[in-house]
């Protein structure tokens, strides 16, 4: 079974530029989250969808950044302008949806660097 | 709102020795926990997790944990360490029977397993 696959695993910008991110979930994965991992601190959720619906963005800071799964597959984060505390971690993650038991899969992350 | 700490940032310990981290929760409803192991520059990795039953909780590469409801803690332990356990080790929480999982993460351990 195929993980879930991100790109770009690296990018490198300046600030004010634009990025976007892509993710691919696990097959027949109802439920997709992006979180946000800065150094020396754990994953913070940034947005959930379910199939292709927003269940959570409360924490996803509308101004610059934003996101889509338009068919309720793949997703892409964007993030426009970029500023430096934009460096981090953009980690994808799936599951199930309703009635799994809260296991969530992990990609192995796009690191963006803002200079 | 869920919150979770992890008390040491950073544990060494000499290889075949045990080791414990260590994790406090908090939240006004029931709960389930998780540890996840995040190898450099990869995503993170279930270990191991407590939805319901016994409190003690066995993982994959001899892990395993203890949810301990009065004292909010569900510490992680292993009784002999190899090199490869070297990694960050993040403790996660989620309300129970929401169906719909989100995962608040600690800020991390990171454990040098030490030849």
């Known amino acids: 079974e195929a993980g879930v696959a991100q790109s770009p695993r690296y990018k490198i910008i300046e600030k004010r530029q634009s990025v976007a991110f892509w993710c691919n979930p696990i097959?027949?994965?109802?439920?997709l989250y992006w979180y946000q991992q800065i150094l020396g601190q754990g994953p913070k959720l940034l947005i959930q969808?379910?199939?292709?619906?927003?269940?959570?963005d409360s924490q996803l800071p509308k101004d610059r950044f934003s996101a889509e799964r338009l068919k309720g597959v793949d997703s892409t984060l964007k993030i426009q302008p970029a500023k430096l505390e934009d460096s981090a971690v953009y980690l994808c993650?799936?599951?199930?949806?309703?009635?799994?038991?809260?296991?969530?899969?992990f990609g192995e992350g796009s690191r963006l660097t803002v200079l | 709102a869920q919150s979770v700490t992890q008390l040491d940032s950073q544990v060494p310990v000499f290889e075949e020795a045990p080791v414990e981290l260590r994790c406090n929760y908090s939240?006004?409803?029931?709960?389930?926990l998780f540890w996840y192991v995040q190898y450099p520059n990869q995503g993170l990795q279930l270990l191991l997790k407590?939805?319901?039953?016994?409190?003690l909780v066995k993982g994959i590469n001899g892990f395993e944990a203890e949810f301990n409801k009065s004292q909010t803690s569900f510490h992680l332990r292993k009784p002999s360490v190899h090199i490869s356990d070297t990694a960050e080790y993040f403790c996660?929480?989620?309300?129970?029977?929401?169906?719909?999982?989100?995962?608040?993460f600690g800020k991390g351990t990171k454990l040098s397993v030490i030849p």
């Open positions: 993650a799936s599951n199930q949806g309703t009635g799994n038991t809260g296991e969530l899969f």
């Open positions: 097959s027949g994965h109802a439920t």
């Open positions: 969808f379910q199939n292709n619906g927003v269940v959570d």
């Open positions: 939240s006004s409803v029931s709960v389930y």
């Open positions: 407590y939805l319901s039953g016994s409190t």
């Open positions: 996660a929480v989620t309300p129970s029977g929401a169906g719909s999982y989100q995962l608040t």
